[in-house]
């Protein structure tokens, strides 16, 4: 059977995050880097919205959601338990986790970022913003080593990819600011092997057609 095909985006933190949990999971997928100037037809004809990632499983299932993508890998296996699935209800108060972020810190962070870009002088203002996320995300860690309890679950995965975003807006700023706990656990997934793998730079696949195989079993 073939392998299921992930068109992606190496520095877009959606399709980031589902190559985290594909690698995570221990699944194979085709990888199909792209640039968002010049995307495959291949890829508009199953998901004419023209974002990353796009998953294209085995028996033609398309997953346009990098959260659904996630969810899907996890689904097909899970051999360090990131759903941990023998708490009840614990799903559920994951995936409210990263509702909030996806759909109330990222808009926050959009706003900071185009402030240090174009020197806006709103940029503190977006930046205490973020700051009323991340003090939530401090107080996790400092009574536990991940996010949601010690062991690593698919919401440090979510959202990691976001918070090294917000931490290469004012670098200066971030290193010397009072959320020691999360800068650790940040600097842990960044000096990772999985981070390293999923941060790997591969041809784009419209010029070189290469099946790249991304991920391990």
Known sequence: MALPVLYSLRNCPYAMRARLAIYASGQQVQL??????????????????????????????????SLEVMLWAFEQSDPDDFLDKANQNVL?????????????????????????????????????ACESYLVQL??????????????????????????????????QWYLQSSYPKLRQWLNTYLQSRMFSKVMTKYPMWLDSKEVVVFGEH
């Open 32 to 65: 199909r880097d792209l640039v968002l100037s010049n995307k495959p037809a291949e890829m508009l004809e199953v998901s004419p919205k023209g974002t990353v990632p796009v998953l294209v499983t085995s028996n033609g299932q398309v997953i346009e959601e």
């Open 138 to 171: 401090e107080q996790r860690l400092c009574q536990q080593e991940y996010l949601m309890s010690d062991k690593p679950t698919i919401v440090d995965l979510a959202l990691v990819p976001f918070i090294r975003q917000f931490a290469r807006v004012e670098r």
């Open 92 to 128: 559920d108060e994951m995936l409210g986790i990263i509702a909030i972020f996806d759909n109330e810190f990222k808009g926050h962070l959009e706003h900071y970022r185009a402030a240090k870009r174009y020197h806006e002088p709103t940029l503190p203002e977006h930046r205490e």
